[in-house]
T-cell receptor, first 115, second 116 residues
Framework: ETGVTQTPRHLVMGMTNKKSLKCEQH?????MYWYKQSAKKPLELMFV???????ENNSVPSRFSPECPNSSHLFLHLHTLQPEDSALYLC??????????????FGPGTRLTVL | KNQVEQSPQSLIILEGKNCTLQ??????????LRWYKQDTGRGPVSLTI?????NTKSNGRYTATLDADTKQSSLHITASQLSDSASYIC???????????????FGKGITLSVRP
């Protein structure tokens, strides 16, 4: 295992529901990331947190709301999603955000289906 | 615009055979290039990282090459095994530091199926 866990692994929700995805890393890293992975598309970076502070928000719709209470935990709160939001949501962590040489360690992902 | 193109999109080979996966990029300036392996139902795992001055790097049966002049990389898999069935993703970093000025650029991935 990579040291990054995600729950739940699968989630089915209606467009009016509110749900949260959870990510936890046991690697002592300082940076955490949310990615969206859709079929036949490259990974899309959504949010970056470094030392609990949000450093990047790549024009993500407000129906996705991240939360990083400490360097080990990252949440993605979901509300009023659209069917096109169905995808695999990956969490990753790295030693810090400052160097591109730092390897990102990914969790197994949450497979989200929006009905 | 920074882009990473991978080919072929998918590949089927017989167990024990070799194969080569291609990655072409237009990212500039260039810092490093990683190959990730993503098994079904799991997140990507880094196989190799290569910087500008490195031409070849091996990780077991995986050998990555880099030609920074032509902006091409390849991942060669030797004596393939069933466990090599996965998606292989090429990721290029456009600068020394991650962030708004040098985001990682991901390829779409190559789906490799190894058949017995």
């Amino acid at each position: 295992e990579t040291g990054v866990t995600q729950t739940p692994r699968h989630l089915v929700m209606g467009m009016t529901n509110k749900k949260s995805l959870k990510c936890e890393q046991h690697l002592g890293h300082n940076a955490m990331y949310w990615y969206k992975q859709s079929a036949k598309k490259p990974l899309e970076l959504m949010f970056v947190y470094n030392f609990k502070e949000q450093t990047e928000n790549n024009s993500v719709p407000s129906r996705f709301s991240p939360e990083c209470p400490n360097s080990s935990h990252l949440f993605l709160h979901l509300h009023t999603l659209q069917p096109e939001d169905s995808a695999l949501y990956l969490c990753a962590s790295s030693q810090d955000w400052g160097s591109s040489y730092n390897e990102q360690f990914f969790g197994p992902g949450t497979r989200l289906t929006v009905l | 615009k920074n882009q990473v193109e991978q080919s072929p999109q998918s590949l089927i080979i017989l167990e024990g055979k070799n194969c080569t996966l291609q990655c072409n990029y237009t990212v500039s300036p260039f810092s490093n290039l990683r190959w990730y392996k993503q098994d079904t139902g799991r997140g990507p795992v880094s196989l190799t990282i290569m910087t500008f001055s490195e031409n070849t790097k091996s990780n077991g049966r995986y050998t990555a090459t880099l030609d920074a002049d032509t902006k091409q990389s390849s991942l060669h898999i030797t004596a393939s095994q069933l466990s090599d069935s996965a998606s292989y993703i090429c990721v290029v970093s456009g600068g020394l530091y991650t962030g708004a000025n040098s985001k990682l650029t991901f390829g779409k991935g190559i789906t490799l199926s190894v058949r017995p």
